[in-house]
């Protein structure tokens, strides 16, 4: 059974940082993409990173690109994401997801959350200014 479980989130200042993290099982995270997104209250699902299953491609959405970075452990099956810099703006539940048929790419920003077949568990990431 794939399993997408995300930790981590918590109330912040701007400027500060979390670490969040996505435990995954049923599936390997070097065998398929995932992908964070995040929902922000009144907002559409958005795509923010997503990490390559083929060579380890990192991507990000523009708004997050030099305070967000995702890695990888394969031997723990775990995907990160570190978020320095927190804006307000970043308020929103984070969620881990992947989707065999998919390929991570550039276009993370505009991926319809529709389209992604698995989901885990959102996490909340409270920014205050």
Known sequence: EV???????????AGGSLRLSCAASGFTSDD???AWFRQAPGKEREGVSCISSNDGSKYYRDSVKGRFTISRDNAENTVYLQMNSLKPEDTAVYYCVTDFEWRCG????TVRAYAMDYWGKGTLVTVSS
Not at 106 to 109: E, F, K, N
């Open 32 to 34: 398929s993409a995932i």
């Open 3 to 13: 399993q997408l479980q995300a930790f981590g989130g918590g109330f912040v200042q």
């Open 106 to 109: 550039a276009d993370i920003a």
